[in-house]
């Protein structure tokens, strides 16, 4: 079936390093979507992609639509201890007039102060 | 409510017994869907409602699961006969529409002893 290979798996960063992490698949994907979850939370929306080669920011995080539909990546500028979390890609996938996401396995990102 | 609300937050059983995990979506979201979430791992998409109906309940794992939402609002899934490999976060979301963001409860932790 189809999947998103996320990596890297984990990361751990020093306070004010840039991150960056990504998504990739064998299949071609319309929309992409990154989302944060927190410990004892459920994922929450950063960033959605509509377009091929698209390049979006939601403050310090910016995200790109791969030219290909195949990838996605997800940058953290001036990291803070409040970006630690588990970061997610998502992306809609169509069966018949059904569609769901489905989701990568997620980059767990540490930010030591 | 202002969010999607998950009862309740922890759930501990013993293997064989029934469950029932209720979710309310955010008021108006005619969309709902459950997920679960197993440690290390992306949400799996299990079921999801447009109104009252299940337009797609494909990633339901086997009939022991089962989705209800009568009045197009409060969902319940219930789950008979626990086994152990049951155990994980159950997550709910709701949107205002097929496609649309997905707003995600904090779910609810199955614990099958």
């Known amino acids: 079936g189809q999947q998103l290979n996320q990596s890297p798996q984990s990361m751990f960063i020093q306070e004010g390093e840039d991150v960056s992490m990504n998504c990739t698949s064998s299949s071609i994907f319309n929309t992409w979507l990154w989302y944060k979850q927190d410990p004892g939370e459920g994922p929450v929306l950063l960033i959605a992609l509509y377009k091929a080669g698209e390049l979006t920011s939601n403050g310090r995080l910016t995200a790109q639509f791969g030219i290909t539909r195949k990838d996605s990546f997800l940058n953290i500028s001036a990291s803070i201890p409040s970006d630690v979390g588990i970061y997610f890609c998502?992306?809609?996938?169509?069966?018949?007039?059904?569609?769901?996401?489905?989701w990568g396995l997620g980059t767990s990102l540490g930010v030591n102060p | 409510g202002a969010g999607v609300s998950q009862t309740p937050s922890n759930k501990v059983t013993e293997k064989g017994k029934y469950v029932e995990l209720r979710c309310d979506p955010i008021s108006g979201h005619t969309a709902l869907y459950w997920y679960r979430q197993s440690l290390g791992q992306g949400p799996e998409f299990l079921i999801y409602?447009?109104?009252?109906?299940?337009?797609?309940d494909s990633g339901l794992p086997n009939d022991r699961f089962f989705a209800v939402r009568p009045e197009g609002s409060v969902s319940t899934l219930k789950i008979q006969r626990t086994e152990r490999g049951d155990s994980a976060v159950y997550l709910c979301a709701s949107s205002s529409g097929l496609g649309n963001i997905q707003y995600f409860g904090a779910g609810t932790r199955l614990s099958v002893l």
């Open positions: 409602f447009q109104g009252t109906g299940a337009a797609d």
């Open positions: 998502a992306a809609w996938t169509y069966a018949g007039n059904n569609r769901k996401l489905i």
